[in-house]
């Protein structure tokens, strides 16, 4: 890897944002990502979506040049989208991100600094989970409350409200991440993570350490990502949850299958019993949890605002 001692060489940004089917959505987070001088271009992939996301894009390029649209004329799934966007990316830098989440202000260049501070390949700051009813004020508070650390390596999971001292090098980051252009000409998005495609970020990072980059976690860079009920998922929602949860756990056991000898070498307390299977029926256990939590606030806040 080429040490960056300038400044000059991170001052053009490509940022790659997949989405499909939520124009209300990217309505509200793409402002964000226009404000940061760093920010070359801003690659919109409309993964076939049927709704007036093309159209909100094309208006966004008549005030700024930096935004391209790039369109699948069919639903791929995410990952083919972010590799559509590595593809036509321009940047010695690019910034994955996701059409529910914002940046908050200085967020981008604190990450570009501390990228050349660690000498990082990857980095990530911390998702900020907006709940439904609360403003980013409010759910920075509660985060900042938070104090389990950046992995649980027994699940494999991130944590993304951590806080730390300072930046820390770890197995795994939040999906919106930066990323050096040597990384990319190495390493791609994995097709092999269907639906939800849960997984997809955390196999390209192993997949990047396994051919030895450097990942860091950065605490001091914050985005805001807003509720699922927020970005809407249908009206069955009971239906959508178990879909949803059919796919953690089917993406959750191809990837430790895909990196089970790394993970023994490097990480073995995160397979249970030296078992992807065991280790995925824990996890879904664990995400089912998490989802019912979210879905026991939805319905409060909901009739409290009846």
């Not at 089917?250 to 023994?264: G, K, P």
């Not at 019993?273 to 409060?300: C, K």
Request: overall charge neutral; glycine content about 4%; hydrophobic content about 40%.
């Amino acid at each position: 890897m080429v040490q960056v001692d300038t400044m000059n060489e991170f001052s053009s940004i490509s940022v790659v944002i997949p989405t499909f089917n939520r124009a209300d959505m990217l309505a509200k987070v793409l402002s964000s990502y226009l404000e940061p001088a760093v920010v070359g271009e801003v690659l919109i992939v409309d993964d076939g979506s049927q709704d007036q996301t093309a159209a909100l894009v094309e208006g966004f390029t008549h005030t700024d040049s930096r935004i391209c649209l790039l369109r699948h004329e069919r639903n791929k799934g995410r990952t083919f989208a972010r590799n559509t966007g590595i593809a036509h990316a321009r940047g010695n830098l690019v910034l994955f991100s996701e059409d529910d989440l914002a940046l908050a202000p200085g967020s981008l260049e604190t990450l570009v600094s501390h990228m050349q501070e660690t000498d990082a390949d990857i980095i990530a700051g911390r998702r900020i989970w907006i709940r439904i009813g609360e403003t980013a004020q409010q759910a920075l508070a509660r985060a900042n409350r938070n104090r389990r650390p950046v992995v649980n390596i027994r699940l494999m999971d991130h944590n993304s409200h951590a806080i730390t001292p300072t930046d820390v090098q770890v197995p795994l980051v939040d999906a919106t991440m930066l990323v050096r252009r040597e990384v990319l000409d190495r390493v791609q998005f994995a097709d092999c993570y269907p639906g939800n495609a849960w997984r997809e970020e955390s196999d390209f990072q192993l997949t990047a350490q396994e051919q030895g980059f450097k990942v860091v976690f950065c605490p001091h860079a914050l985005f805001y990502h807003y509720d699922r009920a927020m970005a809407g998922r249908g009206r069955n929602r009971l239906k959508s949850d178990l879909i949803y949860l059919r796919w953690i756990f089917q993406n959750n056991l191809t990837f430790l299958r895909r990196h089970r000898e790394y993970l023994r070498q490097t990480l073995p307390e995160s397979l249970l019993l030296g078992s992807p299977l065991l280790t995925s029926l824990l996890y879904i256990a664990y995400r089912s949890v998490w989802l019912t939590q979210a879905e026991i606030r939805r319905i409060w806040h909901s009739r409290t605002q009846a």
